[in-house]
């Protein structure tokens, strides 16, 4: 006689606390497929689906597939499935979001996307509450389900908002309100982009989910918030910093991504608005200059944006943004950037501007200590998807040639700052442009690797072995500064990995021919 309910003891196994736990579920009718188990699962327990690996028997060491008939596997009432899973997700709350507010804004929007419907939709009172409550769900989602960053039922949350098409919901109703004028919209419909914004940026912590949202169309989309105009007439001018510092927040995580770099640096409008705001706009708060400072040091990652960058009323403006500013995380970026365009691009520098980074970089190592940058960048959560443009710079054409037979720079020094006034070498000013950035590098890579994050970072992306190679060519005067960031990395990695002779070749020929200047990584 066929069975008409299955009973499955569930050993369920957390990723992120290494908790193990006992759970019985009771079938009936029979699942079919593994994934009706897996449904069912997160219906009972708040695992989505997409991350649950599921084995049987539960010593297995191949998860199932979603596919997979339950019949086939021979499944008895009674048998044990291990259920390995990241971890639990606000899926009621999600849910209800999604049920309550966003679909029904969507279909709203949907049958009123023209202007003139769309301003008539604001005057009934209904449409007002369901927008305002649209508002209200997205940030519930923006601030409680998406942060913080890093931990691991954010990422469940996002795991399932994906799983769920959430992200797709929202990019259709921020869809529909970009081609409205914003200063007609009122403020409702202002607030609701802002909120959609919100979501995206708090959304695309990582890598993949910010290739999810460009793939979708986001970084075209970003880019017409950041240049929304309004009338000085109108009170909604107001507003107009909000959706600033948002734009610049969700662009400035999309820029570490390559295939936004080179766009962005081309479209001289949006760099322009960006050096205005933080030249002259007073509403601009200081996190969204920083990162405003962030969005340019993302930039100088590709070669292909230097030329853009180092264009006259731009630098102008990047330099005097860097002059002004008394934040130390701005200064530190913005040294980075500096020193990215003088490894890659210093033969576009005129002389001027590349003695004014020399000297902005100089004072910045006399002033201040890796360890006091380290602790203001865990203050202010930053998140970097690549260590990279701290590594490859290190692999530039031309570094070889930096002498420092003239400075100290080599000698034990009492304290961790990278330089003193005595140990700056006295070389022409291309060579000291390079020593220096060099020096400036090497303080980011401390500060860096003051986080246990990056360093298992650089571990992830096989760029450790280019921090043992560092030195390797370089004047012996770096010897001390090299062994000094290496002994930081190995209290995480307990050694160094030994490069590989391919990364050794491809080192030394990113440092020999200009062509393949920084490309350590296929």
Partial sequence: MALRELKIELELRCSSDDTVTQQTLLFSPIPETVADI?????????IPKSCQSLFLPAGADDALLDTESVASLYVRSGDAVRVAYLDKADIVQIRSAVERSLRPVRRLLQANSSLEKARKILKRRDSDALLASCQSALHELSYKSLLPWGASRTEANRRYMLQEGVVDLVMDIYAILLPLPWDWRGHSLQNLEICCLTFLWNFSETR???QLVVGKGGFDMMLKSLMHQSSEEFLEKYVMHDIFDVAVGCLSNICELECCQAPMSKNTPALQRLLHFALHGPSVNLFTKMLIANLFFRLSHGRDTHESLVEKSILEKLLRFASDSTNVLIRYILGLTYARLILFSRDSLDQESLQQMIEFMKQFLLQLKPTTVTQLEERYQYNWITMRPFVDAFYSYGVETAKLSNSRLHKSQPSETCTEESTLPSVPVS????SVSIA???FALKVETGRTINTELLVRQDLLEYVTMLDWGLDRGWMTQCVQLQEQVTKVCDKLPVPR????????LARSAKEYSGQITS
């Fill in 208 to 210: 993949n989910a910010r």
């Fill in 501 to 508: 002779l391919s990364q050794i070749a491809r080192a030394k």
């Fill in 440 to 442: 400036y590098l090497l």
């Fill in 431 to 434: 060579s000291l442009a390079t």
């Fill in 38 to 46: 897996k449904q069912r699962i997160e219906q009972e327990l708040s």
